[in-house]
């Protein structure tokens, strides 16, 4: 998995972030945003089966956007190294693990926590711009 892109759109998970703009460390929830409306109830991010002792822990799609009981919806953005950032998944407040990339034997990747980070270039999709949730 060498490049990656896609437009995403953010909501702060506690109402009194400013949803306009993507916080460092602010608890958030991650959407793509599609073209299509056919799979547009299938767009923000979750780790799936977590706590459960399935390694390793993959992401997927189906979250509730904004919902606040959702813990396995909870992620941040921290910053790595000069304009690189990671995403974390913070189910607990004092607990986070980072987001990497995993494969496998037939060359299936995904994104699922990891101990080593992929690091993410954010920029802003001035076709999108930002939601309001």
């Known amino acids: ?30 959407k793509f ?3 299509t409306h056919s799979c547009a109830n299938l767009t923000v991010w979750k780790i799936d089966n977590y706590p459960k002792p399935v390694e390793p822990y993959t992401t997927s799609t189906g979250a509730e956007l904004g919902n606040p009981l959702d813990v396995n ?21 004092f607990h986070c693990e980072n987001v990497g990339v995993s494969g496998n034997s037939v060359g299936y990747w995904r994104l699922a926590l ?11 999709d001035k076709r999108i711009g930002m939601e309001i949730v």
Request: hydrophobic fraction near 45%; charge should be positive; charged fraction near 25%.
């Open 1 to 30: 998995m060498t490049g990656f892109s896609a437009s995403i759109k953010s909501k702060a998970v506690t109402p009194k972030d400013n949803w306009r703009t993507i916080r460092e460390n602010a608890v958030i929830n991650i």
């Open 33 to 35: 945003d599609l073209d």
């Open 73 to 93: 919806s909870w992620f941040q953005i921290w910053p790595l190294v000069s304009s690189m950032y990671k995403i974390v998944f913070c189910p607990e407040k």
């Open 114 to 124: 990891q101990a080593n980070p992929k690091a993410f270039v954010f920029k802003r």
